[in-house]
């Protein structure tokens, strides 16, 4: 694992109102629709929360001494009952525009491919994503336990190793994949310092991508399955990023 990181350290140095018209879907103003949120102090499971690393320190315990984040149960932010009233567009609509502005990453997927990421990740808990900035990059650790993802800096996790925190979390609710073909997904930047709002939604958005793409993946699979055959160089190339 060390020798690895080691190879990537060299390589571094990116509405509402027409819905409540509709007469397929009545839910009440979003403000009633979704819960009121209040600062909060979340905290992931334990059991969400192993920083698996590849090699050597495999199923190391995450974060001891740190309070992990625990994800917002969907009904605390939605009515369930009265999405039950909603299409799928509709509810997808009113779920994207009311993360606007809130300091969260508000989108969705189809349940198939939910199902997808689910199947790959199981295998394939880890990978590593270049993240541009200015004229160069930095490189994100990520660790995928469905229902969730979580991403920290590739630097933070070689200097902490399981002391290391995430920085963005993800979680996936899919109490409408059958109903609805829908599961609803949830970004929450925890260290606004560390990561922004737009870099936090290109990487769950590019995540995602190396795990659906069935292309991608093969990169994802040689992280986690052949180690000693993966090149960071590739990653970069499927990004179209220079290698610096």
Same mark, same amino acid.
């Given at each position: 694992m060390?020798?690895?990181?080691?190879r990537?350290s060299r =390589?571094?140095?990116?509405?509402?109102s $027409? *819905?409540?018209?509709?007469p397929?879907c009545?839910?009440p103003? @979003?403000h009633? /629709?979704?819960?009121?949120?209040?600062?909060?102090?979340?905290?992931?499971p334990?059991d969400?929360?192993?920083?698996m690393?590849v090699?050597c320190?495999r199923?190391?315990?995450?974060?001891?001494?740190f309070?992990? =984040?625990?994800?917002?149960q969907?009904g $605390? *932010?939605i009515d369930?009952?009265?999405?039950k009233?909603?299409? @799928?567009e509709? /509810?997808?609509?009113v779920?994207?525009?009311?993360?606007?502005?809130?300091g969260?990453i508000?989108?969705?997927m189809?349940?198939?491919?939910?199902h997808l990421?689910?199947?790959?990740?199981?295998?394939?808990?880890?990978?590593?994503?270049?993240l541009?900035?200015?004229s160069?990059?930095?490189?994100?650790?990520?660790?995928?336990?469905?229902?969730?993802m979580?991403?920290?800096?590739?630097?933070?996790?070689?200097a902490r190793?399981?002391?290391?925190?995430p920085?963005f979390?993800v979680?996936?609710y899919?109490?409408?994949?059958?109903?609805?073909?829908?599961?609803?997904?949830r970004?929450?930047?925890?260290?606004?310092?560390?990561l922004?709002d737009s870099?936090?939604?290109?990487?769950?958005e590019?995540?995602?991508s190396?795990?659906l793409?069935d292309?991608?993946?093969k990169?994802?699979?040689?992280?986690?399955?052949?180690t000693h055959e993966?090149?960071?160089?590739?990653?970069?190339r499927?990004?179209e990023?220079?290698?610096?």
């Amino acid at each position: 694992m060390r020798s690895l990181l080691s190879r990537f350290s060299r =390589l571094s140095r990116s509405s509402p109102s $027409s *819905i409540l018209r509709s007469p397929l879907c009545h839910p009440p103003p @979003p403000h009633r /629709l979704f819960a009121l949120e209040h600062p909060i102090r979340e905290s992931f499971p334990g059991d969400h929360l192993k920083w698996m690393s590849v090699g050597c320190r495999r199923g190391s315990k995450f974060a001891t001494g740190f309070t992990p =984040l625990e994800p917002k149960q969907l009904g $605390s *932010i939605i009515d369930l009952e009265r999405a039950k009233n909603c299409s @799928p567009e509709e /509810l997808v609509s009113v779920w994207d525009d009311y993360h606007i502005g809130r300091g969260h990453i508000g989108t969705s997927m189809k349940a198939k491919l939910y199902h997808l990421l689910d199947q790959r990740s199981i295998t394939c808990r880890h990978f590593v994503i270049p993240l541009w900035r200015g004229s160069g990059y930095t490189s994100m650790f990520i660790q995928v336990q469905m229902p969730h993802m979580l991403f920290t800096g590739l630097e933070d996790y070689k200097a902490r190793g399981t002391q290391a925190s995430p920085y963005f979390t993800v979680t996936h609710y899919t109490e409408y994949a059958d109903s609805k073909d829908v599961v609803l997904i949830r970004g929450d930047v925890v260290f606004t310092s560390k990561l922004s709002d737009s870099e936090a939604k290109w990487l769950m958005e590019t995540a995602q991508s190396f795990y659906l793409n069935d292309v991608r993946y093969k990169l994802v699979e040689r992280f986690n399955k052949e180690t000693h055959e993966f090149e960071f160089k590739d990653v970069l190339r499927a990004l179209e990023m220079p290698a610096l």
